[in-house]
């Protein structure tokens, strides 16, 4: 198969053949676990994940009847409905709040059926009490620690990839008190502005008086995110 990638209304389509053979033409096409349509704006890479994220955590509770405790249960959450929720997310992380709640919702679920067990009705579980006390961020937090991850990565070149990496401009500023460390160009449209390079320029342009790019460890790095992620939240 092969798709054409496009965000107008009347796309340029070319017929392609291999060996005088027409290759078919597809809407989406799954690449390394991330599914591409042909407007990638990976609505039905979220609806995806979200579906088997569901099922995961229907997993957890039908075996949670077996006794499980609460720890375990957040430990569950973590190793087997999490990780579907954030693979390769600095690829598609969305910036339309439907999207942003769609994936939430499933936390918040986890969340609500937590707190039902230990005696609150569901519509009035304490969600952002409970995610503080388990060290649970929001979702979108820990998408915006993957993209600092990320660019950490381009720029000490842990990520061999010199075609992300030539994206990627360091300001120079003549005045020192500016401590933004990349230069961002200008976005015509909102596709562009929230797409993977920008966004992640962006927040590493937010973190640049709580980090160094260069000096930090990945391991200090990380750590110090989190933290200002967890504090964040805790407000």
């Known amino acids: 198969k092969h798709i054409t990638f496009h965000r107008t209304r009347s796309p340029v389509v070319a017929e392609i053949y291999m060996n005088g053979v027409l290759v078919e033409r597809g809407e989406r096409v799954r690449d390394l676990g991330v599914l591409l349509d042909s407007s990638m704006d990976f609505a039905d890479h979220i609806d995806g994940v979200c579906l088997r994220a569901s099922r995961a ?11 499980l405790n609460f720890q375990t249960m957040v430990i569950l ?25 769609k994936l939430q919702s499933i936390q ?28 649970l961020l929001p979702l979108s937090s820990r998408r915006h620690v993957a993209d600092l991850l990320i660019l950490y990565k381009l720029v000490n070149g842990d990520i061999d990839c010199p075609q992300l990496l030539q994206l990627i401009n360091f300001r120079v500023p003549s005045v020192t008190r500016l401590r933004q460390l990349f230069e961002l160009k200008q976005s ?17 342009n937010g973190v640049c008086d709580l980090v160094d790019f260069f000096s930090d460890s990945k391991a200090r790095f990380r750590r110090t995110i989190l933290t ?8």
């Open 57 to 67: 955590m229907g997993f957890i509770f039908r075996l949670s009847k077996l006794g």
């Open 77 to 101: 959450y973590k190793a087997l409905v999490r990780p579907l929720l954030e693979y390769a997310s600095p690829v598609w992380s969305p910036y339309l709040m439907g999207q942003v709640d």
């Open 108 to 135: 918040r679920r986890f969340i609500r059926i937590l707190g039902v067990r230990n005696g609150y009705s569901y519509r009035n579980v304490p969600i952002m009490d409970i995610e503080n006390n388990l060290g």
């Open 188 to 204: 015509s449209t909102n596709y562009l502005l929230h797409s993977p390079i920008p966004r992640m320029l962006r927040a590493g």
């Open 228 to 235: 200002c992620c967890a504090d964040m939240n805790a407000v």
